[in-house]
């Protein structure tokens, strides 16, 4: 059994993030720098794309999961799925 690793510069705005990564986009969520921002960052050609914001506290989900991030805001719990057409070849 072997196991490969791959080793990527991450740019600067993701550090401190969670991240749940699904085929070549990994998606990153509540970094140092933006607590409330995503981002989509396609890691074959390093295109860094900001997509959107989650409230409240945030917690990517492991990729055998539907769902992307769980957030946590007063009353609330909410699932959130990202959509990208690049990525399942679809559109949406």
Known sequence: M????RRYKAPEQL?????VCEGNYAYFGHSYHAKEEVYSWDIGNGTLEKI???????RGLGPKETNHFVS??????RVH?????DEYGTSW
Do not use: C, Y
Not at 52 to 58: K, M, N, P, T
């Open 15 to 19: 550090r401190g993030s969670t991240a």
């Open 52 to 58: 959107g914001r989650l409230h409240g506290a945030v």
């Open 2 to 5: 072997q196991k490969t690793v």
């Open 81 to 85: 799925r990202i959509l990208n057409p």
């Open 72 to 77: 946590v805001e007063d009353d609330a719990a």
